[in-house]
């Protein structure tokens, strides 16, 4: 009997050895491949990308939109050994870096991103096994390199993401690129998913939607003419920006040279920047109206004052001022001031001035700060402080060299100038539109006062005088009340300005009586003239000639 008892005990102790044994193997030495084999199966945590946003002009066309693009990916595990030559039929995959992909002791391996719709679907009716697609969304431009600046594009971030860069793509990423979700993809023993499951906490939602104030029609017109005033000045590049001075409404807004959104990294990341409301540069004599209705404003002069200096070059702290083209004026009033460009007279308003009140009134013009545009990539010039401003700073302030600011700046304050003397936000949106469809509306927005309505009225009508009698009145459309100011500021090199390199331009706005639109057009270093009347000017009165008919708006006179 004895023996019977030992060999049951002894079966007992093999069979438990035996299920200890088979434990270890599985908890132990298989344990890895079935966490990856449970994981795989249950609860893998996938990620929803949602649809980024679209950006469309004024007339609701969308100048950027989404097309729908696949990666194709493979589960290792259930994949045939002629799967690789089939796909190689069809698209354009690197064979032996997949072939290694593929033997890698995974579930799931990307093959290749950026599908189209028609490679999916002959794909699809290989029937092969263990293939499989995500959906993605890639940007497109209806409208190909149009308002590239104004744009920007859509890269990679530091973990591969999508992200905006640069222009409203870039300001605006947050709204456009949306929410994105999450799922819990179930799968089957051998990798393939069955369902995906998401609540309504972790739901992808689609990004929000832009509706611009830029006109398409115009924006289109004012490139095409910026492109010819490239080629046909020499120039190092061109740019230009129009407002609605009563609402701040940016209409149109480009430079050159450019580059595609879509293809963005053919180019060098210099040219990214919009330098309209990026570049720093010294404005000439498109800056004296700011300073003339100051001066006006406050009350020190008046459009019949006579200027005492302008008989000839003025001096000042150990600098001799001249005229633009050593031509002088005695005792001419400041109707006349503007008229000429005359840089000694500006010298005289600013010396009225004084320090404090152009720094006061030049502040509330807005410049030394950002404007506030919703365009990623603003920059601002802070003023100097006040106990750095020498006699000779102040005097050359007066006529718009010694002093830096933005393109959006000087557009932004002179237009304050057709509005009767309230200075507006610069706005490129216009409305965003939410992926559930509620419509927000972005609405004008007042920056200030910086002069009367008074003061506005009396330079709108000095800068109408400038336009019929000064430098640029052979290019003015006729019978048409245009306010408008030449520029013509050399640039300073190694400490001095050299003369024959200079930033010529124009500015101005029409009608004058009701101003439609406000316009700064900006050519950099014009190599066949360097003078703003002659480059500058001609590229404005094109543009104006075409938004007033554009408009519908008849001759006054």
């Not at 940007?139 to 390199?145: H, I, K, L, Q, W």
């Not at 104030?213 to 920006?241: C, H, P, T």
Request: with cysteine; proline share 5%.
């Amino acid at each position: 009997m004895i023996w019977r008892y030992r060999l049951v005990l002894f079966l007992l102790l093999f069979s438990f050895i035996i299920v200890i044994a088979r434990l270890f193997y599985w908890q132990v030495v298989k344990a890895q491949e079935l966490s990856l084999l449970g994981q795989s199966q249950y609860g893998k945590t996938i990620k929803i990308i949602p649809q980024r946003g679209e950006i469309r002009t004024s007339d609701k066309f969308p100048i950027v939109s989404n097309k729908i693009s696949f990666l194709l990916f493979a589960n290792p595990k259930e994949i045939k050994n002629n799967t690789l030559t089939k796909l190689l039929s069809i698209i354009d995959i690197d064979e032996s870096s997949v072939s290694a992909q593929l033997k890698l002791d995974k579930f799931w391996v990307p093959l290749k991103s950026g599908l189209s719709v028609d490679e999916k679907e002959k794909i699809n009716k290989l029937k092969l096994p263990g293939i499989g697609f995500e959906k993605h969304y890639a940007r497109y431009y209806p409208e190909a390199s149009m308002a590239a600046h104004l744009i920007g594009f859509v890269g990679k971030d530091e973990a591969g993401q999508d992200k905006g860069y640069f222009g409203l793509e870039g300001y605006y990423d947050r709204l456009l690129r949306g929410k994105e979700g999450e799922a819990v993809q179930i799968h089957d023993a051998i990798g393939r998913p069955i369902l995906a499951q998401a609540d309504e906490n972790t739901k992808a939602i689609d990004g929000s939607s832009l509706i611009l104030n830029i006109d398409r029609s115009i924006q289109f017109m004012v490139e095409e003419r910026l492109k010819e005033g490239l080629k046909k000045y020499g120039a190092s590049g061109v740019m230009a920006a129009i407002l609605e001075p009563g609402t701040g409404n940016v209409i149109a807004m480009a430079s050159f040279p450019s580059f595609s959104s879509e293809n963005y990294q053919d180019y060098s990341e210099d040219i990214y920047k919009n330098l309209f409301i990026s570049s720093i540069y010294e404005p000439g004599s498109t800056f004296k109206p700011l300073v003339m209705s100051s001066a006006f404003d406050a009350g020190l002069v008046k459009p019949e004052t006579k200027c005492p200096i302008c008989g000839g070059p003025y001096s000042i702290g150990g600098y001799e001022i001249h005229t633009w083209n050593n031509k002088y004026y005695k005792d001419i009033n400041m109707i006349e001031v503007i008229q000429h460009s005359d840089n000694v007279g500006m010298v005289y308003v600013a010396e009225k001035l004084g320090v404090d009140r152009m720094i006061d009134y030049i502040g509330k013009f807005g410049i030394g700060d950002l404007t506030g545009i919703d365009l990623q990539g603003e920059t601002a010039h802070p003023l100097p402080p006040k106990n750095i401003w020498y006699p000779v700073d102040l005097a050359t302030k007066g006529f718009g060299q010694g002093i830096t600011l933005t393109p959006i700046e000087l557009l932004s304050a002179f237009s304050a100038i057709a509005n009767k003397g309230i200075r507006m936000e610069p706005h490129v949106v216009s409305q965003i539109i939410t992926s559930d469809g509620k419509k927000i509306q972005i609405k004008p927005k007042e920056l200030g006062r910086p002069i009367s309505e008074s003061s506005a009225k009396v330079m709108t009508e000095i800068l109408v005088n400038a336009v019929n009698k000064g430098e640029a009145a052979w290019a003015a459309p006729k019978g048409y009340r245009v306010a408008g100011k030449t520029g013509t500021a050399s640039i300073p090199i190694k400490g001095h300005y050299d003369s024959n390199q200079t930033i010529a331009s124009f500015i101005g706005f029409a009608p004058a009586d009701n101003p439609k639109f406000s316009m700064l057009v900006i050519i950099d270093r014009p190599t066949t003239s360097i003078y703003g009347a002659e480059t500058a000017a001609p590229i404005f009165f094109k543009i104006a000639k075409n938004l007033l008919l554009y408009y519908g708006i008849p001759p006054s006179e």
